[in-house]
């Protein structure tokens, strides 16, 4: 039976919590596999809207195994309030894995990354300073602290000690919080280490053993492939591995353990933050489109910027994850538009021209979209349930699409709720398999 990794294939965004529940009804473990509660994964299930930031999107399936693996920075007090909200609206967390592995964020975290925002002033990132880069910068510095310390407080105390040490300058302005008295901060962990402790397991274990037997197994990424701090647009990118190759290393499994990788694009593109975006749009119908497809960030709450869909950085994303599949999500929020267009290259500031993703940052920082344009439609596609039921031109836009970027659909979405996309032979040939 196969894992299928499910990544963003954009500045994430595109809908990939709505694409892992789908999947997660037939699948036997969803493991996350890096990013933080920077994260905001959004389903619609009857009308119920449900904002997970932590917890993957498969946990709304009772009796699934829903798993926080290695590769994954949590705040203990984020989870733990994830998990009471989820149970107050009648949701069964009893799957919930966490790895022991993982590491986490600390109230100094969030300390510093406010601190280094504000020293950037216009440089900004544009970080959801909730401590995710000061957490993964620790864990690289062997500074870090893991979930299985909750466990111990002698070593969770010297380990808080010794991570503060180097931290001292830097957290200065902040030295009289009571967040940072050490016996304090402790004790806090070590409450919210009891209160996660009987969901702390090995989870590359649970995802060998699922593989083992034959279980159908989603690695759910966060955020998206051009925000991949080695891949994406740096410096503006998040402070972690977001391709698909990462759920090796963030949910402990070998290459030879992902099957299928789908990549999750909007029909359109958006970008929360500062950073480069060569399709962006600065008019009335960047407005309409961020009014139509809700683009306001589900864990700041931040209006999107808004463009035209690229396809040269698509492109580049299904090359740098491998993709077998592409998952097309908010067409219907482009219905009634005469025209639509896409970025099928870049025009540089001196006029040179660019068919593939550029390597140099301020080329990329520079450039603008060359676009094609696409005849639009009116009709209705909410109703759409396979790709002959929508109108001509939108079914050519999306051939257009697969086409370029050489990848074959897998989902399209055609409107916000959970039964409304439409799944072809790429979905049907893995669900059915796991059925």
Known sequence: MPGVAIVGAQWGDEGKGKVVDLVAERSDVVIRFQGGNNAGHTIVRRGDVFKLHLIPSGILHAGRICA????????????TEEIDGLKRRGVDTSGLRISANAHLIMPYHLMLDHAGEAKLGKLEIGTTRRGIGPCYADKAARLGIRVQDLLDESILKKKIMTALDPKQQSLRPYAKDPLLDLHAMTEDYRTLGHR??????????IVWETLD????VVYEGAQG???????????????SNCVAG????????????????????????????????PTELHDELADTI????????????RPRRCGWLD??????????????????????????LDTVYVATGYLGSEGATFDEFPYHQSIVHKARGELTALPGWDEDITGARSLDDLPDNARRYLEYVSDFVGVP?????????????????VVEGLMGAAA
């Open 68 to 79: 926080i693996g290695n590769g994954v920075v949590v705040n203990p007090r984020v989870l």
């Open 290 to 301: 961020r009014a139509r497809g809700g683009e306001y960030g589900t864990t700041t709450g």
């Open 196 to 205: 996660l402790e009987p969901y702390i397991a090995d989870t590359s274990r």
């Open 225 to 239: 492939a051009l925000l991949d701090i080695d891949q994406g647009t740096y410096p503006f990118v998040t402070s």
């Open 213 to 216: 037997r034959d279980g159908l």
């Open 409 to 425: 659909l897998a989902f399209v979405g055609v409107g916000p709720g959970r039964e409304e996309i439409i799944a072809t032979e």
């Open 311 to 336: 396809l040269v950085a698509l492109r580049y994303a299904a090359r740098i994850n491998g993709l077998t599949g592409l998952v097309v999500t908010k067409l219907d929020v482009l219905t009634g």
């Open 246 to 277: 990462a759920a090796c290393a963030g949910a402990g499994v070998g290459p030879k353990d992902i099957h299928e990788v789908w990549g999750v694009v909007k029909a359109y593109q958006t970008r929360v933050g500062s950073g480069p975006f």
